[in-house]
């Protein structure tokens, strides 16, 4: 193989790499079912709150090492944009098992049912878990976890606190009636102008 054409071939595969690390930032839209049977579909919080998807099963010990932790952190901050979804993929048959592990362990955060383990797959083809994504203010993935160490949680709630603070300066740019603050000010020179107007006609 000549000079040049190694060098081509390695453009092809750098490009190859440049297009697939620019689809993995988009994480894997699904649909999926709460403990109670109601839809959830991910694309409808995209990019509007900062969320954390953790697979999880009850017969995982790693797992239940990790969501205190996990839901500390949803408690924390669920009131300032942060959503946690903690999706089990315990199968079919041990679904009865989800509802008192949850009660159990004092959970808060929402659970979402993965028994045929489709969507983890997506996220993660090895299906190891403990696995957690988090989707930043952008709607695109920032780090992912495969399985937990100690301390990892310090990492995960220092990127919660930086995505927030992402999404939450995106919205103090809007005024609450949908007008940003330039065309609030430009409207505010404006009327005074109108009622100059008004005034020298009736004078007339």
Same mark, same amino acid.
């Given at each position: 193989?000549? /000079?040049?054409?190694?060098?081509?071939?390695?453009?092809? $595969? #750098?490009? &190859?790499? !440049?297009?697939?690390?620019? *689809?993995? #930032?988009?994480?894997?839209?699904? %649909?999926?079912?709460?403990?109670?049977?109601?839809? @959830?579909?991910?694309?409808?919080?995209?990019?509007?709150?900062? &969320?954390?998807?953790?697979?999880?099963?009850?017969?995982?010990?790693?797992?239940?090492? %990790?969501?205190?932790? &996990?839901? %500390?952190?949803?408690?924390?901050?669920? *009131?300032?944009?942060?959503?946690? @979804?903690? !999706?089990?993929?315990?199968?079919?048959?041990?679904?009865?098992?989800?509802?008192?592990? &949850?009660?159990?362990?004092?959970?808060? $955060?929402?659970?979402?049912? *993965?028994?045929?383990?489709?969507?983890?797959?997506? @996220?993660?083809?090895?299906?190891?878990?403990? @696995?957690?994504?988090?989707?930043?203010? *952008?709607?695109?993935?920032?780090?992912?976890?495969?399985?937990?160490?100690?301390?990892?949680?310090?990492?995960?709630?220092?990127?919660?606190?930086?995505? $927030?603070?992402?999404?939450?300066?995106?919205?103090?740019?809007?005024?609450?009636?949908?007008?940003?603050?330039?065309?609030?000010?430009?409207?505010? /020179?404006?009327?005074?102008?109108?009622?100059?107007?008004?005034?020298?006609?009736?004078? %007339?």
């Amino acid at each position: 193989m000549t /000079k040049s054409s190694v060098v081509i071939v390695i453009g092809v $595969l #750098a490009a &190859i790499m !440049i297009c697939q690390g620019t *689809d993995a #930032a988009k994480p894997p839209l699904f %649909e999926l079912n709460t403990m109670d049977g109601e839809a @959830y579909k991910l694309k409808d919080e995209l990019g509007k709150k900062v &969320i954390i998807l953790d697979f999880w099963a009850t017969w995982c010990k790693p797992c239940l090492r %990790e969501m205190p932790h &996990i839901n %500390e952190i949803y408690e924390k901050y669920k *009131d300032q944009g942060l959503v946690v @979804y903690a !999706i089990n993929v315990d199968n079919a048959s041990a679904k009865s098992r989800v509802k008192p592990t &949850i009660r159990r362990k004092n959970f808060t $955060l929402p659970v979402l049912m *993965d028994p045929s383990s489709e969507v983890l797959r997506k @996220y993660n083809p090895t299906k190891n878990i403990p @696995y957690l994504t988090i989707i930043g203010a *952008d709607g695109e993935t920032v780090r992912d976890f495969s399985g937990f160490k100690p301390g990892d949680q310090e990492i995960v709630e220092r990127i919660v606190k930086e995505e $927030l603070q992402k999404l939450n300066s995106e919205k103090e740019t809007v005024d609450p009636s949908g007008m940003d603050q330039d065309t609030e000010e430009s409207m505010e /020179k404006v009327e005074p102008e109108m009622m100059n107007d008004g005034s020298k006609t009736d004078k %007339e």
